[in-house]
């Protein structure tokens, strides 16, 4: 694939770190939120404020008041999918709202027993955080909220009687400390459960004064609270978690499928179960006192997605998290919601990671909605840096969001000083003085493709701009390329380096993965030591070093248009398709741009990577990376006893992944790794502008390899044992070829030998490429591994110089060696 490159000007050294990168999290604090601002924007709300039954329902519902009766049990069972909980004491019930009892405190002796799902790395995860087999504790007290029918199971119609004072701040301290750790509102989703008449319903408890401390238990057969607080969206109904509040993270020690699905042999992903599909956003986006607030009056239209809704809820600034209160203090708080031109009630607490919006209304499924949010909040971050630079405290929860990675459409107006400038994603419309207020700046952009994420950066931005000139007989028009940098000193920026490797890289892609479909293209400077690939917008730290790790990692974010961007992965369990395959694309675009032994060594690093020990709060474990569990569990790789996991594997094990299915489909004979790359744009096509699942990748190599040279040879026609080994297992195998030559009769000769194939299972099976040199030139067949050890015959035309098993390595191991 010919790409001629931009060389750019010699560069200065600088102490360039190696970013973290994809869309990374960071939580930042400023001063309190301060002052009355006003708002200016091209439409306004009704002053007047409305009520609804269903808000008073849920208004009741959050009081959880213990006027319900009181229940003296012994020895009580109650099961909750694979959970049970043993009870001996007494249950206080929360009073009946509509005539619904939602919640309960008991007091007394209880027992909690978790059988694990069969799942490898669940049983293993288990068993390095607790130590055990399965998930059980004794506990003295717990907290209940539910609209399944708990209340029914428990066989009780109690007295009439009032809990005591205790009793009743136990129940009000557990929301509250719940939706301060997690950011979950346990109110307002028992009442969407209801309202909306879901089934089954919904059940949250919290135990405590047992062996293992407080923990809690999540069943969500509608997968709200997993998705929307945990960023489980695999299909995961259920969870058990204990919050690490020294770490301000929740650890989840099992989370699992529902009973049923486990006996059907499958599930479905958690957007099935979407209340809506947000087709457009129309935002207005007061800037003019950023330091300050932030104001956004967002109109949003969309479309139903189930029948019978009168409650429907939004994420929003979800990963501020609890660390010097941020999502209490900088939260994007909503002020008023209209629908149709009628003023709606909602419900957003302290700390909540999002809002409920209850609906007057009861439509059918694909009706029509179009919402307008006016939000306010501290949410921008000003880097301790003499910059006046600013950036969203989250740059993908900054605006109302519902479900995971949904797609939209974008038109953004921000009103800003006039000495500062807007990078955004989209292309830019306009850029004009406001003409009614004095030093304020309207900047438009539209991002007419449907995406899933959006941000902006707020500087006094030095734009560079050029043409991007596709090869010739290219995809298309030239599109613009810029670079929003900073002047002077403030940070090491090279801006024409940059500006090349953004315009060789992104023209790169194209050649291998098929059309940037964007308007635009370009990067925009942000402070932090990692980078963040959004549509047509990259943001990234300095760069004026010109060495392999900064070519890889400017080529990363560029390649994740592709592999994120127009190819969006469907639940964190695929997230390695983006992460991994952006991985692998700089790794190729180093190679090229640097010279082969450079990529070769982002490949031995990438490789040894999977060999450390996992770091643990307290020093180093004992395991290593790789033994963790298999790249399909995405972050949840990442534990308290399992630190850096989730970039080793899903970055590192993924690109290498990968790099597998490239020498997979390439021709040994001739080298020829075009059917790749073929496979990789035909898998953007298929899902272009949509989300794919490991699943959906599977089946486009699944074509492709059927008919791949290597395929023929060995007989296969698909690549399912392939991910069944390397996708959703964690083994490392390591690999040795012992041969001996025997003289044929014709002049020829027969190599012989074993492929020995160890620390992996006895049913595993891969292809491994053999380098032959003859006269200095190298050529390449292939033997196979099946099981600890498998023979092989090679007839080759004469004895060569050097016989060597993959030296380029291609198949992923821990230790390949060859022995003749």
Sequence with gaps: MKVAFIQSSPLKAAGFNSPGRGIARRFLLLSLFAAAPVFIAPATFAQEHSTSTDKDFYTHLRSFSLGGGSATVS?????????????????????????HVTGAVFAGDG?????????????????????????????????????????????????PAQADANTQKQANDMEARVMKETGANLSARVALS??????????????????????????????????????????????????QPDTYNTEIWMAFYGLEDYQRGNVAYADVNDLLDVTHYDMDIDLRENKKYVRLLARVQAQTMAANLRAISFRIGEDLGES??????KQMRLQKVRLGGSELPFAQEDWEGGFTVFIPLDPVRGKKLDFEFLLQGDFMFDPDWDCDCHYPRSTTTWFPRHGYLDRASFDLTFHHLKKLRIASGGKRLSEEPDPEIKDVVVTKYRMQQPVSLVTFALAPFERHTEMVKWEQG?????????????????AAIKEDFIMAELDNSLRYFTALFGKYPYPTFGAAFHPFNFGQGFPTLLMIPGADRANKHTYSFIAHETAHQWWGDIVSWRSYRDQWLSEGFAEYSGILYTGLRSGPHSADDLIDEARDSLKFPPATRSGVGKSKLFEVGPIILGH????????????????????????MLHFLLTDPATGNGDPFFAMMTDFVNQYRDGAASTDDFRRVANAHFAKSPIARTYGLRDLNWFFS??????????????????????????MMGTVTQENAPTNWFMILPVALTFGGKQFYTTVHADGPTAQFKIKLPARPGKVELDPRRWVLSEKTSTKG
């Design 75 to 99: 020895g009580l069972v109650l099961n909750r999918d694979r959970a049970q909980m043993t009870f001996t004491g007494t249950f206080y019930f929360a009073t009946p709202v509509d005539g």
């Design 725 to 750: 080994q390397w996708v959703y297992q964690a083994e490392l195998p390591s690999y040795k070829m012992e041969y001996h030559f025997e003289d044929q009769p014709d002049g020829k000769v027969l």
């Design 324 to 329: 010097e209160s941020r999502r209490l203090k």
């Design 111 to 159: 027992k909690f027993s978790a059988q694990v799902p069969p799942s490898d790395f669940e049983q293993e995860n288990v068993k390095r955080l607790l130590g055990a087999d399965r998930v059980e504790s004794d506990f003295r007290t717990a907290v209940f909220r539910f609209s399944d029918d708990t209340f029914e199971q428990l066989g009780q119609k109690p007295p």
């Design 636 to 659: 949840r790789l990442n534990t308290t006893k399992t630190l850096g996991a989730y970039q080793a594997l899903i970055y590192n094990k993924g690109a290498l992944v990968l790099r």
């Design 194 to 243: 209801i309202l909306n008449q879901e089934k089954p319903g919904f059940f949250f408890a919290n135990f405590e004064g047992g062996k293992r401390g407080r923990f809690s238990l999540v069943l969500d057969y509608q997968n709200r609270v997993p998705v929307a607080n945990f960023d489980l969206n695999g299909g995961e109904k259920g969870l058990i978690y204990k919050y």
């Design 474 to 490: 290219g995809v298309g028009d030239p599109i613009p390329l810029e670079f929003d940098s900073l002047p002077g000193s403030v």
